[in-house]
């Protein structure tokens, strides 16, 4: 079983035990649209169970909002699916590193699954911003999100006003950057434009608590840009970051710790620092 951390209608946000991930199950007149489906073989079975009871001949689509291991790790779970995706995803070089991570970790865990590990191939590809998939009176709006990892995708649902927004605006995470700090404040810069362009109800986030209000999202926003702009500030200063004022939000102060240190690296990198 998996936990429900929201469910209403038409939407079930599961959240796995392990980081806090989501794995959202959206379902319209039109459409039925699983999103990350992701982790423990159970909560996987738990999101194939709720798919097969919610299909009714819908066509079943699963979007990928960017392709970390824990968010493709159940891709051959749901081999009827059409998959969606970034344009970057479908190019992503790095394919056979995360095809890595997800065997190492089941390794590691004595984890077997029922199905086979593999990189999604993409049915429907999204290239630009404000590219939208059009089903009945259902509605998807992408927009591009790089900047955690290469590949990263927003997509709001209508008419229900759902933003799905990958890791990006966690309430339990400063931002991982794995690929750009300049490219992560670009995709930042779209929040304001995408309130303003949506009636936007929900954001569900990767890792942690949906955001039902607007105030919430803007939040998030801030607190994104302005870790990004303090560490940022420090580095080029050469200052002190203070890590442990940071840790008064958040709640891993360990495993944090080296995603801190690894968002130091790449900008240093960016900046043309070196340790
Ligand atoms: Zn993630």
Redesign the pocket.
Known sequence: MSAIQYKDANITVYESAL?R?TSTLIETDDILLLVDPNWLPNEIECLQLAVHRQRNNKPFFVLFT?S?Y??IIGYRAFSTAQIIASQAFVDNKGRNKILEQIKDWDDENYIRRNYPIDYPSVDVVIRADGQQLKIGATTLTFYLAPGHNVDGLFTIVEPLGVWIA??YLSNIEFP?IYHSSLAYEQTMAKVTPILSNHMIKMLIT??GDIALDKSDILKRKEDSIKYITDLRTSLKNELPFDFEKLMKAYHFPKIMKQFHEGNVKLIKKELGLFQ
């Open positions: 980081f991930t960017h970390d824990d968010h990958g890791d991982y990767g890792h």
